[in-house]
């Protein structure tokens, strides 16, 4: 649903209400007369509305089935309704359905004559329908690009907004390159060391990307005290720890398959331990830095901690090897 169709006057998005009674009847007869008509809405509550078709109660179905028959509507009716005026607008109606957990919302006009009801059901999908619109551009944005950058700009604009994070994720790649020639005699010699270096960066970058988005959603939020994040950052790391301590346990032991016995096994499990932690914190860090410095979180920490979690996982993983084989 488009922002157009939220300023729209909410009574374009009524629907007709069978289930009508007034307040001089008794539940026997408001119950005879709902029987009689060709109901095929769903039924939430009951509006009352007297003679001249004004809203003036309301009253919830379990009570209009539980009272004695004879009692009359007037007497079980709630009469201090929440409605929605016609001239609302639908934003002005999804904020009464957030604030008062409502299934359906009558609405009158200037004179209280009831138009019909907007159901929760419309709340729902809007709500879901924006949801689904910030995830797409927060998952854009963390790759260095928003949705509306590609609506709006030219080619040429679009390629220099979007270059200088491909390039930080490109230096990233060509840094761990060097890094792995560096240490390729102790590569060369344990194979099985080389096999597991995707496993483990993709270990880093999905356990950093989690912190990062994470981190995200709060630094987001208006008035968060450095005390705040600080305990962010404190109850993040002992989730890494344990995220650290299950992969490595695991990995490491299915290491041991390859037949190459328990110094690569280790190294495969420490490697994965310390680099989890460390690019996990720096997954956590970077958004509350760019936070505090005023710049937008959402579009440079992606290209960042992805780069961070490459180098510093292969610098670590192929140092461990070196220190533990040589």
Not at 137 to 157: A, S, Y
């Amino acid at each position: 649903m488009s922002k157009q169709d939220l300023s729209r006057s909410v009574v374009d998005f009524v629907n007709p209400v069978q289930t009508v009674v007034t307040p001089t009847q008794t539940i026997e007869e408001a119950l005879t007369t709902i029987r009689e008509k060709d109901i095929h809405e769903k039924i939430v509550y009951f509006y009352v509305i007297d003679d001249e078709g004004k809203l003036v109660g309301v009253v919830p179905t379990r009570r209009l089935l539980l009272r004695s028959p004879k009692t009359t509507i007037a007497e079980i009716m709630d009469t201090k309704v929440i409605a929605l005026l016609s001239t609302q607008s639908l934003r002005e109606a999804m904020h009464v359905f957030e604030t008062h957990h409502l299934l359906a919302l009558p609405v009158v006009d200037e004179d209280q004559h009831f138009l019909g009801v907007v159901d929760v059901q419309l709340y729902l999908e809007e709500s879901v329908d924006v949801i689904n619109q910030r995830r797409r551009g927060d998952i854009f944005q963390m790759l260095g690009v928003t949705i509306e950058d590609g609506k709006r700009v030219t080619p040429w604009k679009s390629y220099r907004m979007r270059m200088p994070w491909i390039f930080c994720n490109m230096i990233g790649g060509l840094t761990c390159a060097v890094i792995s020639k560096a240490f390729e005699v102790v590569l060369s010699q344990v194979i099985v060391l080389a096999m597991f270096i995707p496993l483990i960066l993709s270990l880093s970058e999905s356990i950093s990307m989690q912190s990062m988005t994470l981190s995200m959603q709060i630094v987001q939020r208006r008035h968060q005290s450095m005390r705040y994040l600080r305990k962010l950052v404190v109850r993040e790391w002992k989730t890494l720890s344990l995220l650290a301590m299950t992969c490595s346990v695991i990995v490491g032991s299915l290491s041991l398959f390859w037949g190459d016995g328990m110094g690569p096994a280790s190294i495969i499990l420490s490697g994965i331990l310390i680099s989890i932690i460390i690019t996990g914190l720096i997954g956590a860090i970077v958004p509350i830095v760019l936070h505090i410095r005023e710049w937008d979180p959402k579009v440079a920490a992606g290209p960042i901690v992805l780069t961070c979690a490459d180098v510093i996982t292969t610098s670590i993983y192929l140092s461990l090897a070196t220190w533990w084989l040589t």
